[in-house]
Nanobody, 120 residues
């Protein structure tokens, strides 16, 4: 089994930045793609950004140009750099270890989530 632990969330003002980290442990040899999801109260959990093992990235339209996903395979870590944060970015952010089937991300193991709150 793969265990994922997120960190880096917090309270920031609109226009601010945060960098989330997700460290994988356990059966790390089985990890292919990784992704960040988020879920706001009353809303569905949505894909924010995904990254293949080779580094190809995909972003939700709502975060394009503001967020950057990256990974360090040697450190078994995936990052989400979030810039120009907006109140609508407020959500619990979850790390996921899965894979891409063609252009579709298939969800796998979940982290516990980290709260991101954007408010003045």
């Amino acid at each position: 089994q793969v265990q994922l632990v997120e960190s880096g969330g917090g309270l920031v003002q609109p226009g601010g930045s945060l960098r989330l980290s997700c460290v994988a442990s356990g059966s790390i040899f089985s990890i292919d793609a990784m992704a960040w999801f988020r879920q706001a109260p009353g809303k569905e959990r949505e894909l924010v950004a995904g990254i293949t093992r080779g580094g190809t990235t995909n972003y939700a339209d709502s975060v394009k140009g503001r967020f950057t996903i990256s990974r360090d395979n040697a450190k078994n870590t995936v990052y989400l750099q979030m810039n120009s944060l907006k109140p609508e970015d407020t959500a619990v952010y979850y790390c996921n270890a899965g894979h891409y089937y063609w252009s579709d991300y298939v969800r796998g193991s979940w982290g516990q989530g980290t709260q991101v709150t954007v408010s003045s």
